[in-house]
Protein backbone atom coordinates (compact mmCIF):
# COMPACT_ATOMS: atom_id res chain seq x y z
CA UNK A 1 0.00 0.00 0.00
CA UNK A 2 2.93 2.31 0.78
CA UNK A 3 6.44 2.26 -0.15
CA UNK A 4 8.11 3.55 2.88
CA UNK A 5 7.55 2.23 6.35
CA UNK A 6 5.63 3.34 9.04
CA UNK A 7 6.96 2.97 12.35
CA UNK A 8 4.65 2.14 15.45
CA UNK A 9 5.10 2.76 19.31
CA UNK A 10 3.32 1.20 21.74
CA UNK A 11 3.73 1.54 25.10
CA UNK A 12 1.47 1.26 28.46
CA UNK A 13 -0.01 4.57 28.90
CA UNK A 14 2.16 6.40 31.81
CA UNK A 15 5.46 4.70 30.07
CA UNK A 16 6.76 8.24 29.68
CA UNK A 17 6.16 7.66 25.99
CA UNK A 18 5.17 11.00 24.66
CA UNK A 19 8.26 12.35 26.08
CA UNK A 20 10.09 9.61 24.75
CA UNK A 21 8.22 10.69 21.04
CA UNK A 22 8.96 14.13 21.52
CA UNK A 23 12.65 13.73 22.18
CA UNK A 24 12.76 10.93 18.84
CA UNK A 25 11.08 13.74 16.68
CA UNK A 26 13.93 16.45 17.52
CA UNK A 27 16.84 13.86 16.85
CA UNK A 28 15.22 12.67 13.55
CA UNK A 29 13.24 15.20 11.69
CA UNK A 30 12.26 12.91 8.85
CA UNK A 31 9.68 11.31 11.61
CA UNK A 32 6.53 12.74 11.23
CA UNK A 33 4.23 11.83 14.50
CA UNK A 34 0.70 10.23 12.90
CA UNK A 35 -1.73 12.28 14.69
CA UNK A 36 -4.75 9.63 15.71
CA UNK A 37 -8.32 10.46 16.29
CA UNK A 38 -10.03 9.72 19.39
CA UNK A 39 -13.27 10.03 20.85
CA UNK A 40 -11.49 10.40 24.64
CA UNK A 41 -12.07 13.93 26.22
CA UNK A 42 -9.38 16.27 25.59
CA UNK A 43 -6.69 17.10 28.67
CA UNK A 44 -6.32 20.40 29.89
CA UNK A 45 -3.03 20.04 27.93
CA UNK A 46 -4.06 18.40 24.92
CA UNK A 47 -4.86 20.63 21.82
CA UNK A 48 -7.38 19.61 19.03
CA UNK A 49 -5.65 18.51 15.92
CA UNK A 50 -2.19 18.46 16.98
CA UNK A 51 -2.17 15.53 20.11
CA UNK A 52 -5.21 14.26 18.21
CA UNK A 53 -8.07 14.98 16.33
CA UNK A 54 -11.32 14.89 18.83
CA UNK A 55 -14.20 12.96 17.73
CA UNK A 56 -17.56 12.42 18.97
CA UNK A 57 -19.25 8.96 18.53
CA UNK A 58 -21.49 9.51 16.39
CA UNK A 59 -18.25 10.99 14.07
CA UNK A 60 -15.81 8.02 15.10
CA UNK A 61 -18.43 5.33 13.90
CA UNK A 62 -19.28 7.14 10.83
CA UNK A 63 -15.51 7.16 9.70
CA UNK A 64 -15.19 3.72 10.47
CA UNK A 65 -18.41 2.92 8.22
CA UNK A 66 -16.32 4.48 5.18
CA UNK A 67 -13.43 2.33 6.32
CA UNK A 68 -11.19 5.92 6.43
CA UNK A 69 -9.16 3.96 8.95
CA UNK A 70 -6.09 1.90 8.61
CA UNK A 71 -6.62 0.34 11.87
CA UNK A 72 -8.43 1.18 15.26
CA UNK A 73 -9.29 0.10 18.52
CA UNK A 74 -11.38 0.60 21.27
CA UNK A 75 -8.97 1.33 24.25
CA UNK A 76 -10.91 1.59 27.96
CA UNK A 77 -14.26 2.69 26.57
CA UNK A 78 -13.19 5.22 23.75
CA UNK A 79 -12.12 4.80 20.25
CA UNK A 80 -9.30 5.53 18.97
CA UNK A 81 -7.79 5.24 15.16
CA UNK A 82 -5.22 5.82 12.62
CA UNK A 83 -7.04 7.49 9.29
CA UNK A 84 -5.60 6.53 6.11
CA UNK A 85 -5.58 10.34 4.85
CA UNK A 86 -2.99 11.05 7.57
CA UNK A 87 -0.88 8.84 6.53
CA UNK A 88 -1.14 9.87 3.26
CA UNK A 89 -0.33 13.43 4.81
CA UNK A 90 3.33 12.13 6.11
CA UNK A 91 3.89 10.57 3.34
CA UNK A 92 3.32 13.17 0.79
CA UNK A 93 5.38 15.26 2.84
CA UNK A 94 8.62 13.05 1.76
CA UNK A 95 8.57 11.93 5.87
CA UNK A 96 8.01 8.70 7.72
CA UNK A 97 5.00 8.05 9.98
CA UNK A 98 5.22 7.10 13.41
CA UNK A 99 2.29 5.87 15.01
CA UNK A 100 1.63 5.97 18.70
CA UNK A 101 -1.12 3.45 19.13
CA UNK A 102 -1.79 0.52 21.34
CA UNK A 103 -1.39 -3.53 21.32
CA UNK A 104 -4.48 -4.20 19.36
CA UNK A 105 -3.34 -1.17 17.05
CA UNK A 106 -0.32 -2.90 16.49
CA UNK A 107 -1.68 -5.98 16.13
CA UNK A 108 -4.38 -5.35 13.45
CA UNK A 109 -1.64 -3.48 10.81
CA UNK A 110 0.59 -6.72 11.16
CA UNK A 111 -1.91 -7.82 8.67
CA UNK A 112 -1.77 -5.38 6.46
CA UNK A 113 0.06 -5.58 3.56
CA UNK A 114 2.74 -2.56 4.40
CA UNK A 115 5.89 -2.30 5.81
CA UNK A 116 6.15 -1.63 9.37
CA UNK A 117 8.54 -1.43 11.78
CA UNK A 118 7.36 -2.18 15.43
CA UNK A 119 8.74 -1.04 18.61
CA UNK A 120 7.71 -1.37 22.25
CA UNK A 121 9.25 0.60 25.21
CA UNK A 122 8.43 -1.12 28.48
CA UNK A 123 8.88 0.71 32.18
CA UNK A 124 11.86 0.06 34.35
CA UNK A 125 9.01 -1.85 36.73
CA UNK A 126 5.30 -1.42 37.70
CA UNK A 127 6.28 0.52 40.30
CA UNK A 128 7.78 3.29 38.84
CA UNK A 129 4.67 2.76 36.15
CA UNK A 130 2.64 3.60 38.67
CA UNK A 131 4.53 6.14 39.52
CA UNK A 132 4.66 8.40 36.58
CA UNK A 133 0.52 7.50 35.94
CA UNK A 134 -0.15 9.16 39.38
CA UNK A 135 2.49 12.11 38.48
CA UNK A 136 0.63 13.09 35.90
CA UNK A 137 -2.75 13.39 37.73
CA UNK A 138 -4.49 13.43 34.70
CA UNK A 139 -6.89 10.31 35.73
CA UNK A 140 -8.93 9.50 38.40
CA UNK A 141 -8.26 6.60 41.04
CA UNK A 142 -10.88 3.91 39.21
CA UNK A 143 -8.80 5.52 35.40
CA UNK A 144 -5.41 4.70 36.87
CA UNK A 145 -6.47 1.23 38.08
CA UNK A 146 -7.61 0.78 34.76
CA UNK A 147 -4.79 1.38 33.43
CA UNK A 148 -2.28 -0.50 35.49
CA UNK A 149 -4.45 -3.75 34.32
CA UNK A 150 -4.34 -2.76 30.96
CA UNK A 151 -0.57 -2.05 31.56
CA UNK A 152 -0.09 -5.88 32.73
CA UNK A 153 -1.82 -7.22 29.74
CA UNK A 154 -0.06 -5.04 27.26
CA UNK A 155 3.38 -5.78 28.55
CA UNK A 156 2.79 -9.61 27.71
CA UNK A 157 2.50 -8.85 24.07
CA UNK A 158 5.49 -7.29 23.77
CA UNK A 159 7.58 -10.34 22.37
CA UNK A 160 5.29 -9.26 19.63
CA UNK A 161 7.34 -6.52 18.59
CA UNK A 162 10.04 -5.77 16.34
CA UNK A 163 12.24 -4.24 19.19
CA UNK A 164 11.74 -4.02 22.94
CA UNK A 165 13.44 -0.61 24.49
CA UNK A 166 13.34 -0.03 28.14
CA UNK A 167 12.70 3.41 29.17
CA UNK A 168 14.47 3.92 32.16
CA UNK A 169 17.29 6.78 31.47
CA UNK A 170 14.90 9.22 28.89
CA UNK A 171 17.78 10.19 26.77
CA UNK A 172 19.13 6.84 26.35
CA UNK A 173 16.08 5.40 25.53
CA UNK A 174 15.60 7.95 22.69
CA UNK A 175 18.71 7.06 21.31
CA UNK A 176 17.93 3.41 21.31
CA UNK A 177 14.88 4.42 19.33
CA UNK A 178 16.45 7.23 17.20
CA UNK A 179 18.89 4.22 15.91
CA UNK A 180 16.45 1.70 15.50
CA UNK A 181 14.90 4.20 13.21
CA UNK A 182 17.46 5.40 11.12
CA UNK A 183 18.78 1.46 10.15
CA UNK A 184 14.96 1.41 8.23
CA UNK A 185 15.33 4.78 6.57
CA UNK A 186 18.03 3.76 4.31
P1 LIG B 1 -4.21 8.09 25.86
O1 LIG B 1 -5.64 8.12 26.27
O2 LIG B 1 -3.29 7.93 27.04
O3 LIG B 1 -3.83 9.26 24.98
O4 LIG B 1 -4.00 6.79 24.95
C1 LIG B 1 -4.47 5.56 25.40
C2 LIG B 1 -3.95 4.48 24.48
O5 LIG B 1 -4.50 4.60 23.17
C3 LIG B 1 -2.44 4.50 24.30
O6 LIG B 1 -1.95 3.19 24.47
C4 LIG B 1 -2.26 4.96 22.89
O7 LIG B 1 -1.09 4.43 22.32
C5 LIG B 1 -3.48 4.38 22.23
N1 LIG B 1 -3.78 5.05 20.96
C6 LIG B 1 -3.64 6.35 20.65
N2 LIG B 1 -3.95 6.57 19.37
C7 LIG B 1 -4.30 5.37 18.84
C8 LIG B 1 -4.70 4.94 17.54
O8 LIG B 1 -4.82 5.70 16.58
N3 LIG B 1 -4.97 3.62 17.40
C9 LIG B 1 -4.86 2.73 18.41
N4 LIG B 1 -5.11 1.46 18.17
N5 LIG B 1 -4.46 3.10 19.65
C10 LIG B 1 -4.18 4.40 19.86
Given at each position: ?????????????????????????????????????????????????????????????????????????????????????????????????????????????RGKELRMVSLFIVPPDMVE??????????????????????????????????????????????????????????
Amino acid sequence: MFERPIFVISAPSGGGKNSLINILLQKEPRLQHSISSTTRQRRANEIDGINYHFLTRPEFEKRIAENQFIEYARVLDNYYGTEIAELDRIFKQGKYPILDIDVQGAQTLRGKELRMVSLFIVPPDMVELERRLRARGSETEAEIQSRLELARLEIMEKDNFDYVVVNDDLMKAAEELAQVVRTHMV
